[in-house]
């Protein structure tokens, strides 16, 4: 009877470990996102997992956000950042790993001098190779891409409750990731 006492005690303790865990991640995900949306880089960085900054300069990756979003041939804003699924948390090599889906809109809107039907056309086979033509629309109205997006970051924490840093599992990172990430991970890319 002790025994069935002291198994339901540590699952009852797991269960809420990883509810905990998971509405941590949740809140990080909801600054993270945030700082995105607002255009706020430098807080931003603060998100990331500082293992990126070892490939990655931080005030390069700052610069590289900025240049991105501060672009003189079109406007990009991110809209509707949303939380699909936490996935279990997994402690590997006593690091803690969870992997999140989400989804959010992409707005590109080409400037005046660049909104040329040619330059339209082009961008929108780049998006549509980018992001598959079912994900990409183009408003001529109002002259924007959206772009419906679904994405994959793994959210990383030392402890398992607190602190969690993201980093997108993107195929284009797949070198860099390999440096720091587990294989367990590396296999949702």
């Given at each position: 009877?002790?025994?069935?006492?002291v198994?339901?005690?540590?699952?009852?303790?797991?269960?809420?470990?990883?509810?905990d865990?998971?509405k941590?991640?949740?809140?990080?995900?909801?600054?993270?996102?945030?700082?995105?949306?607002?255009?706020?880089?430098h807080?931003?960085?603060?998100?990331i997992?500082?293992?990126?900054?070892?490939?990655?300069?931080?005030?390069?990756?700052?610069?590289?956000?900025q240049?991105?979003?501060?672009?003189?041939?079109?406007?990009?804003?991110?809209?509707?950042?949303?939380?699909v699924t936490?996935?279990?948390?997994?402690?590997?090599?006593g690091?803690?790993y969870s992997?999140?889906?989400?989804?959010?809109?992409?707005?590109?809107?080409l400037?005046?001098?660049?909104?040329?039907l040619?330059n339209?056309?082009?961008?929108?086979?780049?998006?549509?190779?980018g992001?598959?033509?079912?994900?990409v629309?183009?408003?001529?109205k109002?002259?924007l891409?959206?772009?419906h997006?679904?994405?994959?970051?793994?959210?990383i924490?030392?402890?398992?409750?607190n602190?969690?840093?993201?980093?997108?599992?993107?195929a284009?990172?797949?070198?860099?990731?390999?440096?720091?990430?587990?294989?367990?991970?590396?296999?949702?890319?």
């Amino acid at each position: 009877m002790k025994s069935i006492f002291v198994f339901l005690l540590v699952c009852n303790v797991a269960v809420g470990f990883g509810q905990d865990s998971k509405k941590a991640i949740e809140n990080g995900f909801i600054g993270y996102s945030q700082t995105l949306v607002n255009k706020d880089f430098h807080k931003m960085a603060d998100y990331i997992t500082e293992e990126v900054f070892t490939y990655l300069a931080k005030d390069d990756y700052i610069r590289l956000m900025q240049k991105t979003f501060n672009s003189p041939d079109f406007d990009i804003t991110i809209k509707d950042p949303k939380l699909v699924t936490i996935g279990d948390v997994q402690n590997i090599k006593g690091k803690y790993y969870s992997i999140v889906d989400y989804s959010n809109l992409l707005n590109i809107k080409l400037k005046p001098e660049n909104d040329g039907l040619a330059n339209t056309m082009a961008v929108k086979r780049s998006l549509e190779s980018g992001f598959g033509a079912v994900n990409v629309n183009y408003d001529e109205k109002a002259k924007l891409f959206v772009i419906h997006m679904k994405s994959k970051m793994c959210a990383i924490s030392a402890d398992g409750v607190n602190n969690w840093k993201f980093v997108a599992l993107e195929a284009n990172l797949k070198p860099m990731l390999g440096k720091f990430l587990p294989v367990e991970i590396l296999k949702a890319i």
